[in-house]
């Protein structure tokens, strides 16, 4: 009797002991977290609703003031629509390229060694190199794009210098930059599929194209949901050569969010519409990360 | 047919990379030649290292390499910290209320550091961090996706391991050191990899936070070197490209199969 109670307390001492323990591993982390994730994302909620100070008019509460500003305002709507229109271009293109580069690379092809490697090497480049890089291919007269066209007898090209071409141009930057980054999720996928069951397609008499439409596609799902997940939160994210390439002209025709946030903040100081325009991206990112634990298979992929 | 099919795809398929890494061809080439040679194409023209020595002269360069160098260093030095305490706490400690704080955790993900530039920026100014390297770092150190993969990597361990270790008089502490850290020894170096390779490219964060030479990584040394005010010509800002690429290229072709590993492993742990 007296030993059950004794085995007992020592059991739930035991067991404080332990949460103790537990608490003061995460409580580094719950430190930072709170500095640098929690605490900035109410205090943004905070800002956003609160009146731009000057040193004479001290900053006062509005209420969604900020907000009704931000709707009216022309920039954030052209801003607005920038945006999508580079998710709608550039997550579909540079997931379908990161397929089928997949497949390549996958399959018995020469070399494939090397263009494994040029797919991949994007991805380790800092995108304001990358942005370096690409300048010379658009600049006109004599960037390499405008000498190749000219060999067509095409006429010179402004794309970084005209609204009608300049966001395209700074999509097809995008999509180099992360094809070959979803590519490599692709490629890992792919080399779990047994070969069996390529083996039971050709037996059967299906065409590779069939086998790869009806057997790989709906087995690479959970990869590309995961992957859709990533170029999403890319794009919001994902304006470093904004800064080389356009700054987000010429008439704001390349201006993304995130970089009207940073011109809002740290040019214009207008720190509540910055704090308004990131509570509605936070908005958006919580929905996407709501539809990625609802949709994933929880085993699959968290990143 | 079929053949011919074939022979066409694998032609497309190095088609495609000959154009992927063309870029990268063309400021290589284009950092050893002059810049009139580089603007006309001129395949037969002199190879020169001016445009190293010029672009070497124009920015402190070693400065900038030094802060990058120290930046990912710390970066990673405090991610592992706070990544393997943490990890192993959600995988291995019993602490009521764990799942709702670990959700919290998760929320990380997709509130990047980046988006919260703006309130970053005043606590970074609270905490005296402005214009510093662990300024630059700090946000990024308490890494939910680091946390996660610590996790699942720390679950993985067989659970006899840690009890023959605690049979033996191993604390808390030293059971986590002498057993889970040895064990993922693989996946940290999995992510030492991809989190050396995001701090050595990061820019719109470390752009904000840093305004001295003493502090700027070389992505925002390259920015204001390269921008247009300075009136830089093309080979001179390949040649700073390629000084500030080099490094991380070099490591990416000799690590290239662990690189690889080492995304594939971030993302589908």
Known sequence: MTMTANATDFYHSERRRRAIHGWLLLTPTLVMLTAFAFYPSIATVWTSLFSRGTRRNPS??????????????????????????????????????????????NSKIPARGFVRSAYFTPTVLPMIAAANLWLFFYTPGFGVLDQILSLFGAPSVNWLGQPGTALWAVCAVTVWKESGFFMIFYLAALQTI?????????????????????????????????????????SVKLIDHLFI??????????????????????????????????VIVLIVLGAVAALQFRLLDRRIHYQ | MSALARHAEAALALLVAMVWISPLMFAGWAAFHAPTDAINFN?????????????????????????????????????FFLCTLAGFAFAQVEIPGKDVIFVLVLLQLFILPEVLIVENYAVAAQLGLLDSILGIGAPYMASAFGIFLMRQTFKSVPKELDEAARVEGCSTLGVLWRVYVPAARSTYLAYALVSIATHWNNFLWPLIVTNSDTTRPLTVGLSIFAAPENGVDISVISAATIMVIAPLLILFLVFQRQFVQAFLRAGIK
């Open chain 1, 245 to 278: 390439l356009t700054k987000g002209g010429p008439s704001n025709s390349t201006k993304l969010i995130l970089y009207y946030i940073w011109e809002s903040a740290f040019a214009f100081f207008d720190a509540p519409a910055a704090a308004a325009m990131t």
């Open chain 1, 194 to 234: 047994p070969e069996d069951l390529r083996e039971a397609a050709e037996i059967e008499g299906a065409s590779r194209w069939t086998y790869t439409r009806r057997v790989v596609l709906p087995l690479l799902m959970p990869t590309t949901l995961f992957v859709l997940v990533n170029a999403l939160i890319n």
């Open chain 1, 60 to 105: 006062e509460f509005v209420g969604l003031e900020n907000y009704a500003r931000l709707f009216e305002d022309p920039t954030f709507r052209e801003v607005a629509l920038n945006n999508i229109l580079y998710a709608a271009v550039t997550i579909p293109i540079s997931i379908a390229i990161a397929l089928v580069m997949a497949l390549w690379a």
């Open chain 2, 43 to 79: 395949l037969a023209a002199p190879w020169t290292l001016e445009n190293f020595r010029t672009a070497w002269d124009g920015a402190p360069w070693l400065r900038y390499f030094l802060n990058t160098f120290l930046l990912v260093t710390s970066v990673l030095a405090g991610q």
